[in-house]
């Protein structure tokens, strides 16, 4: 450290030149590491904007030169021949960027010295520009700003050098390069006006030598104008772009903008500005995730101070010269429209002019305290060097650890679409079209530009809106001819926010696609999914009228379900193992005001749960049900696996409709029904599998059965681990066919005690209505058995064991244990608080209650004495109501009596149960008298069991048990 600030010190006073070398060639390093390492990774795959001016970059690569004449095209050309060397990819852009970026480092310690003539100076300005985290990110972008800083500083050396030497080439270079600038970014603009400033202000200073002054002015201008005058003779001969709406309304000087509030706008303006220098920086996430000010608080110092001091020594030309061209360049930023305040891309022109600030203020308190002696000054020296080693660590900390982190989630989707790209690339073998979605609220279909660029397979893509007004014709005239069709799927979750334009939320492409044919592959990667198709000769993709298969299914009178419409790919059943295709045309009743989901349940004839989808319920265009009005709907489009093994027979498929937040089902108020709150929507056909799937049991076995094996018993899935005297338990096998056996085969379940004993056992065949002589070779069925428990079986833990005998031969062993809670059983009718009698259906009777006591917020504790009439085999739920003393609902309980310990499928005939419910108290609940509600209802159909008194007479469908008491 000493020897660097003794080095530094030699420096302003003694040229050195080896030194000076070697420094700056530290100080271009350091350049190039910032803005070389890990470039195509921070930021993370390609934005838009790029992909966009990597596009001209192709267009010039192909010979359209004149493309030049748009502003910000010069950045394509820088990109061009690396694009040309290294192919379509985020390096091939974004090295010409960073090119540009490590050559300013040097340039700007050039245009410091000579216009200052202090190598410090110098020195700090370019270490300043090379660490500095807003100049590393835009170096680090292939952005059409990019270039200015470069030619900026590159101008502002040879103008220099004509200004310190007098070399007229010099001045004619800076000419050339100013006209250049014309081709970089808007902001190029204010250099030409601050530059045409100092000519002006240089020529007025000395009236009497106008003329001589003039002259020496007009090879600067002359050459700007040979440079510029293919710009200007398309822009300012031909001024559409300037007046057009685009360009006008960037600017708070527009009074569509500023709204006649233009004064306290600019006063807003300026304060954010004044804080890019050391107080907060641009809001951009996407430009400045952390959050960085140009400098940070210290260097910020030296910033002010720097400022302070040119405008102290403005009267002499490099601080006038340096002043008002960082003025007239905060004007682009100060005069730009924007919401989020200062803009790094409008404010390119400032950076490199910025640096010189801290770098003067520093030298002039080296100036200052040095001349005490050297060892002052070495120290001094040091900490600098210490200073800016810490502004590079913290760069480095906050661009390739803090921010790289958190850019990688709010910028996946440059990346998605870059690999996106690269996969498509790789993909083998390739379809003959590649699908790409867009949203169908997008008014034009498009391509993501980052996609586009990088795409260079020999096939073609075509974006579909995914608009189930245009889908089916667009579906139609893309895939013409073709038989073999590829879909790229984004995942909504990585797009929903960025960049929703090419999300297909509702999956409606993947659904028409798989309609009209096979699925053939599907690879899943990391944000995205492609799929491969085998569409039929005949494909249709259109979307039948909802008069064809017309419904009047009403759910909540909230929602309405219009139509139906449902099938297989190229089938007129669905064979087992394939896809079942849905649609549900919806439409709202009235103003909804949440989200509601739909779930589509396929169930066998004894009501087995075979398969389910749940899903949002979202319009046309994407939009979930809080939004919709009276009358707007959409079609609902499904895709449901059948599994594997599923018996061929007629099965159902139900609707239910539920609120996504809290998951409370709606009614059922029109249309058939399979229970309460689940709607039979339509029946259909499962036939014989077209091929052979490998099903995936919970516990998978490979048992051949049958001497010679008939069939292959491939596993089951383990039974509950506990269950109540009474309860259904559904075991589920799977078999799989080797050949017909002699005879039909059969299961027997049987439930072993500790010692081994059967205390119950049943049979069941093998298939059953699908018998094995039915089945093909090699085919898979998934067999269902209801295996109910006797309701008189104790409680304690038991062993499932099961003899499988097919023709002569028999196999036997354990499944697994359950634990049958049980309860201990009384026929004596017990004592109870409230005796009374009430019959509810010919099912049950209450005996009695008890009621304890409790505060508000506190819980009621509620005892139920019943007797069972009959055995049941129907799971009844009692609810338990608290009314005021005008009958209004104040607080409820529904549960299966003692909160599922008894249900009534385990209730024996004549035995009583005494059920204890805990009713929740308001903490708002009033003294007063209050009433006692109970009844009880079958929670398929939500039908309440009519109840009577003593003598037989119905008193309705509840029972007051302590009316009226306090």
């Known amino acids: 450290m000493r020897y660097l600030s003794s080095s530094c010190n030699i420096l302003n006073r003694y040229p050195r030149r080896h030194l000076e070398r070697l420094l700056l060639l530290l100080l271009v390093v350091v350049a190039a590491f910032f803005r070389l390492w890990k470039i195509t990774k921070v930021p993370p795959g390609l934005s838009h904007d790029e992909a966009d001016w990597g596009h001209i970059a192709l267009r010039i690569i192909q010979g359209h030169l004149l493309q030049i004449s748009e502003l910000g095209t010069l950045q394509s050309y820088f990109s061009a021949p690396f694009v040309l060397a290294l192919g379509r990819t985020p390096l091939a852009l974004r090295l010409g960027a960073a090119i540009s970026g490590i050559l300013t480092v040097p340039i700007l310690y050039l245009w410091a010295y000579e216009a200052f003539q202090k190598r410090l100076v110098a020195f700090l300005s370019a270490s300043l ?253 040091a900490l600098l060097c210490i200073l800016l080693a810490v502004e590079g660590y913290r760069t480095y900390l906050d661009y390739f650890n803090v921010w790289a982190e958190e850019v990688k989630e709010v910028m996946a989707f440059d990346e998605i679409f870059v690999r996106t790209a690269y996969a498509l690339n790789h993909f083998s073998p390739q379809p003959q079209v590649w699908i790409l979605p867009n949203h169908p609220g997008q008014p034009k279909a498009r391509s993501p530009s980052s996609f586009t660029f990088v795409y260079t397979a020999p096939v073609p893509f ?41 999300g297909d939320k509702k999956g409606l492409l993947r659904f028409l696609l798989e309609r009209a044919g096979r699925l053939q592959e599907r690879q899943s990667y990391g944000g995205f999914t492609l799929s491969i198709y085998e569409l039929m000769p005949s494909s249709d993709f259109s979307i039948p009228s909802p008069s064809v298969h017309s419904l009047d299914l009403s759910f909540g009178d909230l ?42 349940y396929v169930m066998d004839a004894k009501g087995h749960l075979i398969a389910q989808d749940d899903r949002l319920i979202l319009d046309r265009t994407g939009m979930p049900t809080s939004s919709w009005e009276p009358g707007q709907g959409g079609w609902d489009c499904r895709l449901i696996p059948i599994p594997p093994g599923t018996p061929p027979g007629e099965y159902l498929l139900g609707v239910a409709v539920y609120d996504a937040e809290t998951l409370a089902k709606l009614p059922v108020n029109r249309g058939e029904r399979i229970s309460a709150r689940i709607a039979s929507a339509a029946r259909f056909r499962i036939s014989k599998a077209v091929q052979h799937y490998q099903p995936q049991p919970g516990v998978p076995l490979d048992i051949p059965l049958g001497e010679p094996a008939f069939v292959r018993w491939l596993g089951y899935d383990p039974p509950a681990g506990q269950v109540r005297p009474g309860d259904k338990m559904v075991l589920a096998f799977y078999w799989q066919a080797i050949q017909a056996p002699p005879s039909e085969g059969q299961v027997t379940v049987m439930l072993k005690d500790a010692g081994g004993t059967s205390v119950q056992a049943s049979p069941f065949p093998i298939g059953g ?77 209450l005996v009695g209650y008890g009621l304890g006591e409790a505060e508000p917020g506190e819980k009621l504790g509620i005892t139920l004495c ?47 149960i005494c059920a204890k419910y805990e009713l929740p108290l308001p903490e708002s609940l009033k003294e007063g008298p209050y009433s006692i509600e109970v009844g009880v209802y079958d929670p398929r159909f939500e039908q309440r069991l009519p109840v009577r008194d003593a003598s037989g007479t119905l008193v309705g469908d509840s029972l007051i048990i302590n009316p009226g008491q306090p």
């Not at 929602?559 to 193992?577: N, T, V």
């Not at 009844?876 to 608290?882: M, R």
Request: charged residues 15%.
């Open 769 to 845: 209505v699908y018998p094995p002589s039915e089945w093909s070779p090699g085919e898979v069925v998934t067999d269902r058995y209801d295996f109910i428990l006797d309701r008189t079986i104790p409680g304690g833990v038991y062993t499932l064991h099961v003899r499988i005998q097919l023709g002569g031969f028999a196999y036997e062993r354990d499944i697994g244990t359950i634990e049958v809670l049980g309860w201990s059983r009384t026929f004596q009718q017990p004592s109870v608080q409230h005796p009374c009698e009430a019959y509810f259906g010919d099912e049950m009777k």
């Open 462 to 502: 075509h974006s579909i809106r995914a608009d189930e007004s245009v889908a089916p014709e667009k579906l139609e005239e893309a895939l013409e001819g073709v038989r073999r069709v590829g879909l790229v799927e984004w995942d909504w979750d990585a797009l929903k926010w960025a960049a929703p334009v090419y």
């Open 559 to 600: 929602l309405s379900l219009k139509a139906c419409d449902l099938g297989g790919a190229g089938f007129s059943s669905i064979p087992s193992g394939e896809r079942l295709w849905v649609m549900l045309r919806w439409s709202a009743m009235q103003p909804l005001s949440r989200d509601y989901k739909a779930a589509i």
């Open 866 to 912: 019943w007797q069972a009439l009959r055995e049941m085999s129907t799971s009844y739920v009692t609810f338990v109501h608290l009314l005021n003393s005008q009958g209004m609902l104040v607080s409820q309980m529904d549960a299966v009596p003692g909160g599922g310990r008894y249900p009534t499928t385990g209730w024996l005939k004549g035995e009583f």
């Open 129 to 381: 520009y090379a660490i500095t985290f807003a100049c590393i990110h835009l170096n680090r972008l292939a952005f059409p700003p990019n270039p200015l800083p470069l030619l900026q500083v590159a101008l502002y050396y040879s103008f220099w050098r004509w200004w310190r030497r007098k070399e007229r080439w010099s001045l004619v270079v800076s000419g050339l390069l100013l006209g250049l600038t014309l081709y970089t970014y808007q902001a190029s603009l204010a250099l030409i006006f601050a530059m045409g400033l100092f000519w002006l202000g240089w020529v007025w200073k000395d009236r009497d030598s106008v003329r001589a002054r003039l002259g020496k002015a007009l090879p600067f201008w002359g050459a700007f104008l040979a440079i510029a005058s293919y710009f200007l003779f398309a822009r300012v001969l031909n001024p559409h772009y300037f007046r057009s709406h685009h360009f006008t309304n960037q600017f708070i000087l527009n009074p569509e903008v500023h709204k006649g509030s233009l004064w306290s706008l600019l006063a807003r303006q300026f304060i954010q500005h004044i804080g890019f220098f050391g107080f907060t920086g641009d809001h951009i996430w996407r430009h400045n995730l952390p959050g960085r000010p140009l400098f940070d608080p210290l260097i910020s110092l030296f910033f002010w101070a720097g400022l302070f001091l040119a405008l102290r020594k403005v009267k002499s030309a490099p601080f006038a010269f340096l002043v008002l061209n960082f003025a007239v360049m905060l004007l682009p930023g100060l005069l730009a429209r924007t919401d989020t305040g200062p803009h790094l891309l409008h404010l390119s022109g400032v950076l490199a002019l910025s640096c010189l600030f801290p770098a003067l203020a520093m030298d002039w308190i080296l100036e200052v305290l040095g001349s005490r002696g050297k060892e002052i000054r070495r120290g001094l020296i």
